[in-house]
């Protein structure tokens, strides 16, 4: 079963009154495309980032396996939303001034977990991400698409994690589509992805643990994501944008 933001919490208060690290594997981070998005955004190649889509799934039954079932996986969203939603965060380091969510059960009424889920998060910054995961969802969208004020990405994410849970390291299986803004207009090419380096996790938590490097995924930053999934849900039932738990905290308490 997964964790709820009042566990997240109880697990963060114990590992500081411990004084014991306590760190996320959110590993993802270190696909092969996500590598690439990161140094693109970072780099300031787009400008200021004020918009970002994530879109995955597709139409067609999800099977009946422990995470189709709501009260073994928390709901759809958890599959994989978490992945998602820390790679939005990631991106984006600003407070998070509130989520809408938009939950929709329609086809697939054999089993108990949502068939789509939507979250829009908006950040004090301006910017705004949509991320949307789906099992009823016929028609063909990019995995990412990030706008900036000078230029935008279109990925499909199709190669970007090549050797998944099976490697370590994964080769680079693919390429974006970058847009760039010039002096005649805009500029368009392809930029392949970097490798994937999921062993990379584990150097970074054994730098914190052996030389005092930051937590790689500290569990503030893991319950952060939580509570976003959390508070899609609950707007979804309210019908309102609603805020995230413990961000008015952020990022006091990134480290």
């Known amino acids: 079963m997964c964790l709820n933001i009042a566990e997240a919490t109880q697990m963060v208060e114990a590992a500081r009154e411990a004084g014991r690290t306590l760190a996320v594997h959110h590993n993802r981070r270190h696909d092969g495309n996500f590598r690439t998005i990161k140094e693109i955004v970072s780099s300031g190649a787009l400008g200021e980032v004020f918009h970002v889509e994530l879109s995955a799934g ?17 709901g759809a969203f958890y599959f994989w939303g978490p992945h998602a939603v820390d790679w939005v965060l990631d991106l984006i380091p ?3 001034a509130g989520v809408t969510g938009f939950f929709h059960k329609l086809v697939w009424h054999d089993m108990t977990n949502e068939d789509q889920t939507r979250a829009l998060i908006r950040f004090e910054g301006g ?15 990019p995995l990412w698409r990030i706008r900036g004020t000078e230029g935008a990405l279109i990925d499909s994410g199709a190669g970007g994690n ?24 805009f500029a368009e090419r392809e930029v392949p992805y970097k490798q994937s380096d999921w062993v990379q996790y584990w150097h970074d938590l054994a730098d914190h643990l052996l030389r005092g490097g930051p937590v790689p995924v500290s569990g503030e930053f893991g319950r952060r994501v939580i509570g976003v999934l959390e508070t899609a849900e609950r707007s979804a039932r309210s019908g309102h944008t609603e805020t995230v738990p413990y961000e008015d905290q952020w990022p006091h308490l990134a480290g």
Do not use: M, N
């Not at 422990?66 to 928390?74: I, L, N």
């Not at 090549?162 to 207009?185: A, D, F, H, N």
């Open 58 to 74: 597709g139409f067609g039954h999800p099977g009946h396996t422990w995470y189709t079932e709501k009260a073994k996986s928390g």
């Open 94 to 96: 600003d407070r998070i």
């Open 127 to 141: 910017a705004v991400a949509d991320v949307t995961w789906s099992h009823i969802a016929c028609d063909r969208r």
């Open 162 to 185: 090549v050797g998944y849970e099976k490697q370590i390291t994964g080769p680079s299986g693919g390429k974006l589509t970058l847009i760039e803004r010039t002096s005649q207009g």
